[in-house]
């Protein structure tokens, strides 16, 4: 077929064409290096010629050949996303721009296989917004929405991740088998990692049944079978966890699978802690003759039940180097969730200025042909430049404020205790405590764990700020002594928990009280927590009977920082509103001679006030 199209060719730039695709056909079979002289002779061809749409569209298909095959076998990233990048180039300046989107996912792909996940996210938009903007078919969208999706889910932005696999899904019908399975085996893992693990054997068990359906029992299944047995593992099920892990195992021992050998090992060294057979995780570990998996899910994963294991065999030193490095990669990912965040509002600027030119020309072409129409013409498309100028302003001032929102987390963030530096300081003291002094160290561990883990939402739960709080005074309890009395009035946790609080707050109010009123103060100490759920709004009161507030006296960094937190913050939510604003206000309060008999402050938050 390629040597009759060959043969037929009108010029060389069709000849060019059909000759390029013997480069496919050897990079499909078992000797893809001879691809490669039919891309250079190609290459040399373009070269040669005059640039112009053809040959460029030419030279653009050459190089992505090229592109997937230093991918595939020389694994040089940098090599792979510069072609990509030139054949992106090219291909905007030819005539076959339909393929703009396949090779902004290629990009895409490549800058995921180095961990930018802002720029692999950036791609993949700018590939929807070709689809949209060359008009093609919706279907086009399928492998863009599931890729980014995937770097959502990655970064644990969970509720972008899941609007994405929810775009994906409009298209399940329409997929190919192997791609139904791809599918359904991420959006899985999408439950997993969220620990919804009963939506999670949901989905699993739906594609169990897929695979069986059209007789698939290869690595496909065996993937399948080894989240099914992680899923049940977290479900309590060990039974089943067992029946599902030793089915994989067997496909990935035959297949020399060892990234599956690795994750099976996880989740027996889990099962033996679980049995109160400890003795055996040596064993397993001691039977895998390869390296860890470069993965960063897997690694997690076997980190997660290797603490269970030092915690029930008393190993706390080795459970906070675990922690420590679970912490680690977890502020890598908010830091490439920040970076992202910011690359996708200039994206979205971007492309927003270009609709905007790209309008402000159309309405340029319309007045050269409608000249007839004269002044009138000519005052209705100002009207409309203006608006969609007033239009562009008001879309960046939001934007901008978002912005400030997620500089604000990050300066919250930086604000906080550095976890390395804790860890290494806790490290060298562990070998000299007892074992109640080890297990406070971890109950103190744990809360600051919760702590990082809240901040870096903008939004939680009332119930879940009430708990941590809860938490937290029971740690300071000691430090207060036997007359300290705390007291919490609250609703249901039903109804605190469709309450939505901007992270920390109560806990930086509860905090201030105990540090700058009932710290020091003699005679009985009490500190309240009131929450009252009223119709449009919720007020929550922290109220201590200490010494009073007086901002003038008040010189820790940190107390000030806190409150200029929650005042800073209130500032940019109401900015987004045009009624029912979010208050702060903290009072003294006084006793029946008008001396002062404690602190009172108070949130108001409207019902409508959502992440």
């Known amino acids: 077929m390629i040597a009759g199209g060959m043969a037929s060719a009108v010029d060389s ?36 010629r005059k640039p112009g749409p053809a040959v460029n569209g030419i030279k653009a298909f050459a ?177 089943k966890a067992e029946e599902y892990v030793a089915q994989a195992e067997r496909f990935f021992a035959g297949h020399s699978v060892y990234a599956g050998m690795y994750y099976a090992n996880s989740i027996r060294i889990a099962l033996a802690v679980k049995a109160g057979r400890p003795h055996e995780v040596g064993k397993i570990i001691a039977s895998e003759k390869f390296a860890a998996p470069g993965d960063h899910a897997l690694v997690g994963i076997r980190n997660k039940y290797m603490r269970l294991y030092h ?21 890598s990912i908010e830091e490439a969730r920040s970076h992202m965040r910011a690359s996708e509002i200039m994206q979205r600027l971007k492309e927003d200025t270009l609709l905007l030119h790209h309008a402000i020309e ?68 562990m070998h000299t405590m007892r074992a109640e002094e080890r297990e406070r160290l971890m109950m103190l561990v744990k809360l600051l764990r919760a702590d990082l883990d809240m901040s870096r939402n903008m939004f939680i739960s009332l119930a879940d700020e009430i708990n941590f709080v809860k938490y937290y005074v029971d740690i300071e309890k000691p430090i207060l002594g036997d007359d300290f009395e705390f007291t919490v009035e609250v609703p249901d946790d039903g109804t605190l928990s469709e309450i939505s609080v901007p992270s920390m707050f109560v806990q930086i109010l509860v905090e201030n009280s105990i540090k700058h009123g009932l710290k020091g103060k003699d005679g009985t100490k009490r500190l309240i927590i009131k929450v009252d759920a009223l119709p449009g709004c919720t007020v929550v009161t922290v109220a201590d009977n200490g010494n009073g507030f007086d901002m003038s006296r008040v010189r820790s960094d940190r107390t000030r920082t806190g409150l200029d937190i929650i005042r800073h913050t209130i500032r940019i939510i109401n900015e987004r509103r045009k009624r029912n604003f979010m208050r702060f206000d903290i009072s003294n309060l006084t006793d029946g001679d008008g001396n002062t008999a404690g602190c009172e402050a108070r949130l108001t938050i409207p019902a409508d006030v959502r992440p």
């Open 63 to 239: 190089l992505e050949l090229k592109a997937d095959y230093s991918h595939m076998y020389r694994k040089n990233h940098d090599e792979v996303i510069g072609l990509h990048t030139e054949a992106y180039d090219l291909m905007m300046r030819s005539d076959n721009k339909g393929s703009l989107p396949e090779i902004c996912a290629n990009l895409a792909d490549a800058y995921a296989q180095i961990s930018d996940m802002a720029q692999a996210a950036a791609w993949y938009r700018r590939a929807l917004f070709l689809v949209d903007s060359l008009k093609m078919p919706d279907t086009k969208n399928i492998t863009l929405y599931l890729g980014l999706a995937n770097i959502y889910m990655q970064l644990k932005d969970y509720d972008s991740s899941l609007r994405y696999y929810q775009e994906t899904s409009r298209y399940y019908d329409l997929m190919a088998p192997n791609m139904q399975a791809y599918y359904l085996n991420n959006f899985g893992n999408y439950y997993y990692f969220r620990k919804d693990y009963g939506e999670a054997l949901k989905v699993f068990l739906r594609l169990e049944s897929m695979l069986d359906k059209y007789g698939n029992d290869g690595m496909a299944m065996a993937t399948c079978r080894v989240n099914l047995a992680d899923v049940y593992l977290n479900l309590g099920d060990d039974l």
């Open 362 to 429: 159309m309405n340029a072409k319309d007045i050269e042909l409608r000249n007839m129409w004269g002044v009138v013409a000519a005052i209705v498309v100002l009207t409309l430049v203006v608006a969609m100028l007033w239009g562009t302003y008001t879309y960046k001032r939001k934007l901008r404020t978002e912005m400030d929102m997620m500089y604000l987390r990050l300066a919250n963030v930086r604000n906080r205790i550095s976890p390395h530096f804790m860890f290494n300081v806790l490290n060298n003291h």
């Open 311 to 331: 915690e029930s065999t008393g190993g706390w030193k080795a459970a906070l180097r675990s922690l420590e490095d679970e912490m680690r990669v977890s502020d």
């Open 13 to 48: 730039l069709t000849w060019y064409g059909y000759y390029l695709r013997y480069a496919r056909y050897y990079y499909l079979s078992q000797t893809p290096d001879s691809m490669l002289p039919y891309i250079d002779r190609t290459l040399d061809f373009a070269d040669s």
